[in-house]
Nanobody, 125 residues
Framework: QVQLVESGGDSVQSGGSLRLSCVASENTYRRYSVGWFRQAPGKEREGVAAIDSDGSTSYADSVKDRFTISQDNANTLSLQMNSLKPDDTAMYYC????????????????????WGQGTLVTVSS
């Protein structure tokens, strides 16, 4: 099972930007579906953005036009977050699954079996 390590979380003010990174223990490019999820206190973990094994991407409506997911190299996944809002405050997790998931499932946490430990993003108003 692939191992995932996230980094880049920090405390920022509303309107600021952060870039999260996720390093995998093996090549995930076009072999895995990979995604970013987040979990705020008292809430369920939700899909934020994902890249399917065929390169297709999906974004949650709440982050469209603000967040960009990218696969920087064979084993590094990034999430560029701009125009951050207090509602973006959460623990952010990287996830990977070695198969194509399709548009209906790539933001579904139930489809992923490999997870990182998370990196905390705090946005203050």
């Amino acid at each position: 099972q692939v191992q995932l390590v996230e980094s880049g979380g920090d405390s920022v003010q509303s309107g600021g930007s952060l870039r999260l990174s996720c390093v995998a223990s093996e090549n995930t490019y076009r072999r895995y579906s990979v995604g970013w999820f987040r979990q705020a206190p008292g809430k369920e973990r939700e899909g934020v953005a994902a890249i399917d094994s065929d390169g297709s991407t999906s974004y949650a409506d709440s982050v469209k036009d603000r967040f960009t997911i990218s696969q920087d190299n064979a084993n590094t996944l990034s999430l560029q977050m701009n125009s951050l809002k207090p509602d973006d405050t959460a623990m952010y997790y990287c996830a990977a699954e070695p198969r194509w998931l399709g548009r209906w499932y790539r933001l579904s946490r139930a489809e992923y079996n490999s997870w990182g430990q998370g990196t905390l993003v705090t946005v203050s108003s």
